[in-house]
T-cell receptor, first 109, second 113 residues
Framework: GQNIDQPTEMTATEGAIVQINCTYQ??????LFWYQQHAGEAPTFLSY??LDGLEEKGRFSSFLSRSKGYSYLLLKELQMKDSASYLC??????????WGAGTKLIIKP | IAGITQAPTSQILAAGRRMTLRCTQD?????MYWYRQDLGLGLRLIHY???????GKGEVPDGYSVSRANTDDFPLTLASAVPSQTSVYFC????????????FGPGTRLTVL
């Protein structure tokens, strides 16, 4: 079966750095997405990786290792507004997105 | 309209009733999707459409139907609602069905009693 694993919840301090991991086992691979979802709101796109390596976009970076079935999202200089759930999703061989359950990130002052 | 909209925002429904959730996008996207989101689970795909006139089944299609008469609209119908269909429903769209970025509507919170 297809499976996306990410931690249920993480806590970090304002101004710090946090890394959210995602491991996957899917039928085929056509890219990996990270989305942010604030409570009660819709998911919004953060990043996309299809090749191995690090993609940097401001305070957010995303890394992919296809051979290990592994990705992480790195958030730097954490702000209170970064408190949200972070969703990992893999595009499978049918070009459908398979979603993880999300990681709830709590930022403390 | 800017982006993707859904209606209603929330709804309480008696079991056995028929309900249609509406979704409209103005981005001229070819592909559209319906997901449900339940606590502790990832988004699960109900139905999708890669282009107007075509639809396909996702991971959890039972009890739901869709139609795609035109590019902009993608309604989701529950023919006879059951309590297990209590969930938050998100409609999404993307340029194509080829695994590109999906844009989400604000969601519909549905409670079936």
């Amino acid at each position: 079966g297809q499976n996306i694993d990410q931690p249920t919840e993480m806590t970090a301090t304002e101004g710090a750095i946090v890394q959210i991991n995602c491991t996957y086992q899917t039928s085929g691979f056509n890219g990996l997405f990270w989305y942010q979802q604030h409570a009660g709101e819709a998911p919004t796109f953060l990043s996309y990786n299809v090749l191995d390596g690090l993609e940097e976009k401001g305070r957010f970076s995303s890394f992919l290792s296809r051979s290990k079935g592994y990705s992480y999202l790195l958030l730097k200089e954490l702000q209170m507004k970064d408190s949200a759930s972070y969703l990992c999703a893999v595009c499978d061989s049918n070009y459908q997105l398979i979603w993880g359950a999300g990681t709830k990130l709590i930022i403390k002052p | 309209i800017a982006g993707i909209t859904q209606a209603p925002t929330s709804q309480i429904l008696a079991a056995g009733r028929r309900m249609t959730l509406r979704c409209t996008q103005d981005m001229r996207h070819n592909a559209m999707y319906w997901y449900r989101q339940d606590l502790g689970l990832g988004l699960r795909l109900i139905h999708y459409s890669n282009t107007a006139g075509t639809t396909g089944k996702g991971e959890v299609p039972d009890g739901y139907s869709v139609s795609r008469a035109n590019t902009d609209d993608f309604p989701l119908t529950l023919a006879s609602a059951v309590p297990s269909q209590t969930s938050v429903y998100f409609c999404a769209s993307s340029t194509s069905g080829g695994g590109d970025e999906q844009f989400f509507g604000p969601g519909t919170r549905l409670t079936v009693l």
